[in-house]
């Protein structure tokens, strides 16, 4: 079925820095989520992007999708320590996660 | 939106047991959705429990290792059968958000065989 591929796998920051995720799929996606899971916790729902083209934003949470619906992408602008944790993007419909990325930050 | 309770939280097994996962949501639900999270790895959906029929299982996870039920539309139980130490992992129930978009997970159950 169709898979989707997440990098960085690891991101560690400075507290105020940015970070971005990506999520790729060699075929086109109908739609893609993003979930949030704190370390020890459950997958959270962020948000589903549906649209090519579409930005979506969650205060300092931006998420995008590409114009070919082929992949996506969140940014956090300057990172706080609530920010911790593995962000997963997945396709829905029968929701298939890709790798996740681990966010951790120095304080 | 749906609100789920699942249980145990945790169990230490003995190789070669079974243990029984059940997951109680407080609506009504078409599909429910199982998932193992391996330590450090992401979810990997293991099957769809669906009211009144056989669980869909996914490649790589049988009926015999994993038994589904589903005896109504807000509760799921699986089983994870003859249990070996590679099946230590968490497992997770998950069910549609109640206004369509995305999926609310329980709180997970953190299995450790020994």
């Known amino acids: 079925g169709q898979q989707v591929m997440q990098i960085p796998q690891y991101q560690h920051v400075q507290e105020g820095e940015d970070f971005t995720t990506y999520c790729n799929s060699s075929?086109?996606?109908?739609?893609i989520q993003w979930y949030k899971q704190r370390p020890g916790g459950h997958p959270v729902f962020l948000i589903q992007?549906?649209?090519?083209?579409e930005v979506k934003k969650q205060k300092r949470l931006t998420f995008q999708f590409g114009e070919a619906k082929k992949n996506s992408s969140l940014h956090i602008t300057a990172t706080q320590t609530t920010d911790v944790g593995t962000y997963f993007c997945g396709r829905a419909q029968k929701l298939v996660f890709g790798q996740g990325t681990r966010l951790t930050i120095n304080p | 939106s749906a609100v789920i309770s699942q249980k145990p939280s945790r169990d230490i097994c003995q190789r070669g047991t079974s243990l029984t996962i059940q997951c109680q949501v407080d609506?009504?639900?078409?599909?429910m959705f199982w998932y193992r999270q391996q330590p450090g790895q992401s979810l990997t959906l293991i099957a769809t429990?669906?009211?009144?029929?056989?669980?869909?299982?996914e490649s790589g996870f049988v009926i015999d290792k994993f038994p589904i039920s589903r005896p109504n539309l807000t509760f799921s139980t699986l089983t994870v059968s003859n249990m070996s130490p590679e099946d230590s992992s968490i497992y997770l129930c998950?069910?549609?958000?109640?206004?369509?978009?995305?999926?609310?997970f329980g709180s997970g159950t953190r299995l450790t065989v020994v």
């Open positions: 998950s069910v549609p958000l109640t206004y369509g978009y995305g999926y609310t």
């Open positions: 075929t086109t996606l109908s739609n």
């Open positions: 992007l549906v649209k090519s083209g």
């Open positions: 609506s009504q639900v078409t599909m």
């Open positions: 429990a669906n009211q009144g029929s056989e669980a869909t299982y």
